[in-house]
């Protein structure tokens, strides 16, 4: 029996003890017209520092979550002690206390795909796919109470307050925003789409026509200045400097109905996000700005998410990037997936040697301690979101990697609630997005492309191991032939994630643009910078 049953057994036992142990959540009509198909949740602490929604994370607060369908304005739903939770498996184990306590109303939106399939998912408002600041969103009033589950309760929440708009940053003379909707996506999806872009322009564009080498810096959703620019701070006071290279920053936003980031790829389950970008948000930023639009003059970086897509767009499109800066990538190999071994492990949740059972780390510190385990995770992400939507790592993993389900979400890469893994998902995977597969498939035709390109930078005791399957990566580069090209990996002693290497923002600015200044054509002259 594995850890994920036997905690539902004992929870169930618990919850037959506590039949009483529930709470009442409604909304009225004055907060949402309803009715709201989505998900509602109780969120329970001990901290008034900061509002309970906003202390639920990986390893946050306990809180509970239920799918609701068609739930009218005045109409109660009930999460009560069999609602799965985390890191409290049941409302039933909380300890008789005093508690600060909050309910929630996640509104989900209707998509009718073009392939076909009607899903219900939370339409991102430009926050990233944070459910509990998500513009729309409902909440109660935080509330002071004292709970016993021995004792039972019955506590009816009111989702009166509502989550605002959220307003983009006003543009400086160095930061500039836009936002545009995709045609491609907004026809897969059957709702608008939008993509964005945040550029960070050089000291005295606007006095110039000079044209400017691009490095596009990915990562998670945000829309606060490239490379952390703020005025004041040592990196903006270099990028004014006269002995400073001139070049533009943008970052994009795509965040997707599952996540954050679309992970820069067209996949069968979030459409043609990479067609999106290369084709409508790429373009779109050359045609606004003074970029020189030439491969050797256009640059990628990123870090973790971002470090893969970074990787992945170079790979994908090489005769249209010109080098890439990865940092702390996820895996390139998909032998370890935040500790899952997908090719080789039966069970998500544990390694088996044999007579021994295992529990699979998911995430450590840096000392080597665990932090989560993955049936931990697992339940986190689902008690976040049924059917992968829980806005959360894991799941995009399987999203975007992972082949399409009969229900029109995505297939899994194992079960999360019982571990159990999917070979046939597995495989999937492996033809499609294992970048280190990608190139040795393609590598006679790919590896010319990519000779010089590829710097990989990542801490040896990343917290979510993606230093392992970096290493994998670098020693199948070690083997290759025709052209033989080893990249550049660095490794940072006891460093976690997200390791960027030994130099900061300036002198890795500077680093890049010597390397543009390698690889530009002889009767070029680099305007934009005279070291």
């Known amino acids: 029996m594995n850890m994920f049953r036997l905690t539902l057994l004992i929870a169930a036992a618990s919850a037959c003890i506590a039949a009483d142990t529930h709470f009442d959540i409604s909304y009225p009509q004055s907060a949402h017209a309803g009715p709201i198909t989505g998900r509602v949740y109780i969120m329970i602490t001990r901290s008034t520092e900061l509002e309970p929604r906003l202390q639920v994370g990986r390893v946050g607060i306990p809180f509970f979550g239920r799918d609701i369908e068609k739930l009218a304005a005045g109409e109660a739903a009930v999460i009560d002690a069999t609602d799965l939770g985390s890191p409290v498996v049941s409302l039933s184990e909380i300890p008789a206390g005093d508690y600060t306590v909050q309910a929630f109303v996640n509104v989900y939106s209707e998509f009718k795909r073009a392939d076909g399939h009607t899903v219900w998912m939370h339409d991102d408002k430009w926050e990233g796919q944070r459910w509990n600041r998500s513009p729309g969103n409902l909440y ?111 970052t994009f936003q795509h965040p997707a109905p599952y996540f954050d980031d679309s992970y820069a790829v067209n996949s069968v389950n979030l459409g043609p996000y990479g067609d999106a970008l290369m084709q409508e948000l790429i373009p779109e930023i050359e045609k606004r700005f003074r970029v020189i639009r030439q491969p050797w003059a256009r640059l990628l970086a990123g870090g973790s998410t971002g470090g893969w897509e970074a990787m992945a767009l170079e790979l994908f499109h090489p005769d249209f990037f010109g080098g890439t800066w990865v940092y702390c990538p996820d895996s390139m190999d998909f032998s370890d997936v935040e500790g899952v071994d997908i090719y080789k492990d039966k069970n998500a949740f544990y390694k088996e040697f044999e007579w ?158 010597q390397y543009i200044l390698s690889k530009m054509p002889a009767d070029t002259v680099a305007e934009w910078w005279k070291p």
């Open 140 to 250: 109660s009033v935080p509330k002071k109470m004292t709970l016993d589950a021995k004792k039972g309760y019955r506590i009816a929440l009111i989702c009166d307050q509502v989550i605002p708009p959220i307003a983009l940053p006003a543009d400086t003379e160095f930061v500039k925003r836009f936002r545009i909707q995709s045609a491609l996506l907004t026809k897969f999806w059957g709702r608008p789409i939008y993509l964005g872009a945040t550029v960070l322009l050089p000291r005295d564009y606007a006095k110039t026509s000079e044209v400017y080498p691009v490095l596009y810096s990915q990562g998670h959703f945000s829309t606060a200045p490239p490379m952390n620019f703020q005025p004041g701070k040592e990196f903006a006071n270099d990028w004014v400097k006269d002995n400073f290279p001139r070049m533009l920053v943008v």
């Open 356 to 513: 021994r059972k295992v529990p699979t780390i998911n995430s450590r510190e840096i000392n080597g301690q665990i932090r989560q385990t993955s049936e931990e995770r697992n339940r986190f992400e689902l008690v976040n979101g049924t059917h992968g939507r829980s806005g959360e790592q894991l799941d995009i993993w399987s999203a975007v990697f992972g082949p399409l389900g009969d229900d029109g979400f995505f297939k899994p890469m194992w079960d999360k609630r019982t571990g159990e893994m999917h070979s046939e998902v597995a495989q999937y995977w492996k033809e499609n997005y294992d970048l280190r597969y990608y190139m040795e498939k393609n590598w006679y035709t790919l590896g010319p492309k990519i000779v010089d390109k590829l710097h990989v930078f990542v801490g040896d005791a990343d917290n979510f191991f993606l230093n392992n399957a970096t290493r994998k990566l670098q020693e199948w580069m070690k083997t290759t032939k025709d052209p033989h090209y080893e990249g550049s990996f660095v490794y940072g002693a006891a460093k976690g994630h997200c390791y960027t290497g030994p130099v900061g923002n300036s002198e890795r600015l500077k680093e890049m643009a």
